[in-house]
């Protein structure tokens, strides 16, 4: 009786081992087929758009084990690439994000919540010049589909918001004569990411 006592507590705490050491899924994210990009209004009237064209992330997921996904990135300030070279130095300058200073920005994944179907915000520290706040992401995950190129699984994550630069300090302004300014204070930040599960 105490052998098949001790079986069946050793059984119980090998199941209990095995649950809390399962982990999400790690990803690895395709360059070629992923972006992350900004549109900003410049003069009141146009928008400016632009990439980071230098950027890592660090995927793990599984929508059944969300306190172990993450969807954490970081992008190298000086990548910035809006097709025009003066623009694109005024921006890595300390106008803006003096990316000499500050080489990084980052997003360090705190909570993932379900919000929908395939919908989830995640909530984490988004970090630029020093300036770390709060923020909650709203992303959408696709798939997985089977990706026959990369032999492997693949999903797709999508993420659109929005963040006010001058609460990261990347505040450089002028005013215009009609009261207007030259560049607006909201970013609208575009995230589009194909990731390739890794082998377990």
Known sequence: MRKLFLLFITAVISIGISTSARAADTYTVDGVHSSIGFTVKHMMVAKVNGV???FQSDIK???SDLAGSKFDFVIKAASIDTRNDARDTHLKSADFFDAQKYPTITFKTKKVEKTGEGVYAVTGDLTMKAVTKEIVIPVTVDGPVFNP???ADGIGIEANFKVNRQDYGVSWNKTLDNGGVV???DVA????LEAHKNAQ
């Open 52 to 54: 980071f064209g230098d």
């Open 61 to 63: 997921f599984d929508p």
């Open 149 to 151: 190129m990369a032999k």
């Open 183 to 185: 560049v607006a204070d």
């Open 189 to 192: 930040v575009s995230v589009n």
